[in-house]
């Protein structure tokens, strides 16, 4: 059984800071990409960062140059630290990993239960 465990997230003034951590635990061979998504009411999930097991990091326009990525394989965890919050990033993140599980030869996508991110006054 594969787990994704999110924490880090809360209630913060705009142009606050928030950490968010993600660890996977369960019978993990390799982790490929790693990820952040979020999602505010009535919206679809959509990407905030990605990073590839080497280091290699994608970000979603909206949060470039706020928020960093960044990954720690030798304990199968992602982490997102965001800066300079605003209120329209008010939403649960959820985190992803593209992970290959032991006795297979295949790679599948496993997410988190989700941290709730609230930017108000």
């Known amino acids: 059984q594969v787990q994704l465990v999110e924490s880090g997230g809360g209630l913060v003034q705009p142009g606050g800071s928030l950490r968010l951590s993600c660890a996977a635990s369960g019978s993990i061979l390799s982790i490929n990409d790693m990820g952040w998504y979020r999602q505010a009411p009535g919206k679809q999930r959509e990407l905030v960062a990605a990073?590839?097991?080497?280091?290699?990091?994608n970000y979603a326009v909206f949060v470039k140059g706020r928020f960093t990525i960044s990954r720690d394989n030798a304990k199968n965890a992602v982490y997102l630290q965001m800066n300079s919050l605003k209120p329209e990033d008010t939403a649960v993140y959820f985190c992803?990993?593209?992970?290959?599980?032991?006795?297979?030869?295949?790679?599948?996508?496993?997410w988190g239960q989700g941290t709730q991110v609230t930017v108000s006054s």
């Open positions: 990073i590839t097991r080497g280091g290699g990091t």
């Open positions: 992803n990993a593209r992970l290959q599980v032991a006795r297979t030869t295949w790679y599948s996508n496993y």
